[in-house]
């Protein structure tokens, strides 16, 4: 039997594209031999399609959608497609997260979601209705183990907890599965391609059944979904494995594809095209921009962004404008003409002393007596903001907002100024990690693509007379250690200190600064995710709040005074 | 038996002020001589604590804090308090949410969440595992039936279907209850006082048993909280209420106070109670703001907002600013002015002709055979907000965005201009609303503080010459009427059309205009909370999306002639 792994990019809500799409796959898979053709979770809708799974209107034309795709594909072959279907019963959430297997025009199969994550950025609870039973498929003498994306996560033996009573996967072998078949909506992070390889040996070894993952590709707003969708065979190995972040028709002959696959994955590799991926995508799938357009500084992050955004679109799409204030260096202006040069996109100068003049004159009244401070370096941040989003609005390019993951925790950005854009590239990726892909870039390039002098000055926002980052902030190595532990590890004070060997009162300072720029993060662009905890939609933290970790003590120091009274 | 409902305010966070708050309303519920003082659901913490739910370092927090509590409370009196439990178990999220009954310094009783809210602004299971089990708590040889919030609510056996399989309610009954008590964190949207007093009456007839309900008050970022704690008898008579809206401990004497409570809500007088507790908390609450700033048009938002900041603040803390440009009409600036002097706050002109004419001329080049237009309207307004952010960020105002829910909804704001602020007033308040607060508010105050001519003069925006919102909108008790079908009622198109008898391309054209503008309301600041549906935390569509109902009817024509074939 010959299995097509169908790793697509659904676009949220194109009902129409994406039933096309799934239905030219299948035709390929049918040509190519295939038996059964394989495509990921929600396919039809895309993940995640939030709030739209709200609207009866929108379920109604799912309905439709998935008898278009029934009619539509080869007759000959099975497909499982991934939708959501309406829950009949009188209790509960209206629907269920389903797998479904179609042939020659009708639904022959359907298997319910079990497992609902409603963690970081997931609210599959808001939506669905757990499955309430595990079944098999039988299909062409095939016992399928026909699961959907989480159902399969529970099974982590190492796990200190588990958060479901249910393990769809030991009930399926126990049910006499011939094999797992799992879709799935999983979002790319660091690491979590050998995450898949570990769990899924782990899986197969256990029980002695082959394994079949089809992960969608694609990014919809924040979220990036890798593919990686592979075959194991029943020992663990590792059979077959599509290419990560983009689209691809794999057929997998489970009587003959034995070898191993020998793909290694690189952590910097992988950033850098899940980067990619993101921006392309959030440009494509939105079908109002022209092109993209960035300020250029001079330094490290808005070179990278516009590297990123260059070989996502092509540089004849890409606009970098640089916007000299007095304080800016003539360095800053020159490797910004050298970046859009050596990237071959078009660059604009357009030097903002005249609105800081205006403005300073309008404010001179208001700001009489005071000294000049944040709020002036500001009104410089939001100038240069006000400057791009006129170029956005006028020849309706995407903005690209710059600032990386270390800036945002700390807010170590201007709100309406530099955070100003339709997606936030780098907002996930600490400032050694930007470092890291512009030595990437440059090696893959293989020349010096984002100047030298970019790389090598020490960072500033050039917002007052010889300003450099480190006059405010820690150097970068030490601030995102702590960081990650903090916003990733989610650690606390103690063990972040315990962890460091760093100064209690140094790391407090950090970890109240990422607290109190929480209201600057609410109104930031929606962020490229890449990590286990990005800010956005997965981290939700109150803005008006008084947690404070320092009255902790005194709350358990009183508590023992009185209970010893 | 006296029972004392304690209707406070907590802060989200701060362990030490609500648990201090805490003690205190029991020794004055001590002194008045009750036996049992109930607060709100989660009223150690706040509500929503959000994701400060998965900080372990906080749950401990939480753990000396209810300790503390128990330590220092009368010990002659019984508390009844709200905080998270840990989930001791194995398997599961890692919380209950629980109400905790104290006495002598001890926990004597706890009762744990069944019924879970993950819906519009609620997440909770995103923390908390639902209690297996319903019991009574048996307590100085009473039978209560403690239970918390969403608890009391899947009794409604009017509903078309049940969200959840216990009924909490029904449980307790079975089990034998005296008397039923709801700790709630219930929020208020418009009419919520009436739907308390329906489903109170209908439980208590059904079961024969009195019901006190003792829900928090306060805003919290964007959700507030209204209180309208109250008991009702066994024939759901309702005997006392607290007042809406502020903080107030109520003693209730079992046997003896069997009088009606006469007391009745008004819609108007609500939402302006409402609006003026949001700013009072987001302001109060933040402990970094010196006063609150806002540009005043001289239209009827701004002026409304203004109001309600100097009711909430009182006028010593309210700046206003006009900033008029070659395009604002000279009364204006007059309205604004005679406004400012009504409320007594302090005011200030800055004309934003510089800054236009700076940005004109750094964009000459750029903007070079292009006809002026929307881009060149956004300057001006992002020239006024970065003029108040100067302020904000000088004089460590908050500022407040004015921007109302009709224009929120079809995306007739400038992201970064006008919709920038820390908070955005009225948000959730449609225009027709907002009309209705201008009169209710001169009413109130017996003369016309907002000015006639505010309330009167065509809408507009005055980005242009002789512009008006009805050259780009329809009037507003028009778009009113169809934003309300589709965003509080969540109906579609050709509902919408069946109801209002309007054009369908015409009212086509609102909903698309309302799906393309998501981009600029994730970007907006947290707007207070007032409708069943506010835009924000508890509505979440993509961004990033092709969901297009044009599409709908042509996939249902194909799938047919497919069928067909």
Not at 1 to 12: D, E, F, G, R, S
Not at 462 to 481: G, W
């Amino acid at each position: 039997m010959k299995i097509a792994l169908a790793q697509i990019n659904p676009t949220v809500g194109d009902l129409r594209g994406n039933s096309k799409k799934i239905v030219d796959f299948a035709k390929e898979a049918h040509a190519k031999g295939a038996d059964l053709a394989v495509f990921p979770e929600l396919c039809v809708t895309g993940y995640p399609p939030l709030d739209l799974l709200e609207n009866g209107f929108f379920i109604e034309a799912v309905q439709h959608t998935v008898a278009w795709i029934a009619a539509h594909a080869p007759p000959e072959m099975g497909l499982i497609i991934g939708a959501p279907i309406l829950n009949e019963g009188p209790i509960g959430k209206r629907l269920f997260n389903a797998a479904l297997l179609l042939e020659g025009g009708r639904q022959v199969g359907v298997v319910r979601k079990t497992l609902l994550p409603t963690y970081d950025v997931f609210d599959e609870y808001r939506y669905f209705e757990p499955s309430p039973e595990r079944h098999i498929v039988e299909w062409r003498g095939v016992r399928w183990g026909l699961h959907v994306c989480e159902d399969m996560w529970n099974n982590e033996e190492q796990a200190p907890y588990h958060l479901y009573d249910e393990n769809p996967i030991d009930e399926l072998a126990a049910l006499g599965a011939d094999i797992f078949i799992n879709i799935s909506a999983s979002p790319f992070s660091l690491g979590k391609h050998d995450r898949r390889n570990a769990i899924l040996r782990e899986i197969c070894r256990e029980h002695g059944l082959p394994f079949v993952l089809v992960n969608t590709v694609g990014a919809n707003t924040e979220i990036i979904f890798d593919g990686d969708s592979r075959v194991h065979a029943a020992d663990g190995t590792r059979l077959c494995c599509a290419p990560s972040f983009e689209e691809h028709l794999m057929i997998w002959d489970w009587e003959h594809d034995t070898a191993p696959c020998p793909v290694r994955h690189d952590d910097i590799e992988d950033l850098h095209d899940a980067l990619v991926l993101g921006i392309r995508d959030y440009f494509s799938k939105t079908p109002v921009f022209t092109k993209a357009i960035l300020g250029l500084s001079g330094g490290i992050d808005s070179a990278v962004t516009c590297a990123l955004a260059a070989e996502a679109l092509g540089p004849a799409k890409v606009v970098g404008v640089t916007m000299p204030s007095k304080y800016s260096s003539s360095g800053s202006v020159e490797d910004s003409r050298v970046l859009a040069e050596n990237l071959g996109i078009a660059f604009h100068e357009i030097p903002i002393v005249p609105a800081m003049e205006a403005f300073g004159g309008m404010l001179e009244d208001a700001f009489a007596g005071t000294q000049p401070g944040v709020a002036e370096e500001n009104v410089q941040s939001r100038s240069r903001g006000l400057t791009l989003m006129a170029l956005s609005n006028k020849f309706d390019y995407l903005l690209l907002s710059t600032g990386n993951k270390s800036e945002m925790a700390v807010g170590y950005v201007t709100l309406y100024g530099d955070t100003n854009g339709g997606v936030a590239v780098l907002s996930d990726v600490y400032k050694t990690q930007v470092y890291e892909l512009a030595h990437y870039i440059n090696r893959r390039a293989g020349r010096a693509v984002i100047p030298e002098n970019t790389i090598t000055k020490p960072p500033s926002a050039e917002l007052r007379p010889d300003q450099k980052d480190e006059d405010s902030l820690p150097p970068y190595p030490v601030l995102d250690q702590i960081l990650r532990h903090y916003i990733e590890d989610q650690m606390e004070l103690d063990a972040i200190v315990a962890a460091t060997g760093y100064e209690r009162a140094f790391v407090h300072g950090i970890l109240r600064s990422v607290d109190r720029n929480e209201y600057k993060r609410r109104q930031a662009p929606p962020g490229l995710r890449v990590s286990l905890k990005a800010f956005g939609i997965g981290r939700r933290l109150p803005i008006v709040m008084r947690w404070n970790r320092d009255v902790v003590r005194e709350i358990a120091e009183h508590t023992e005074a009185a209970l010893h009274e």
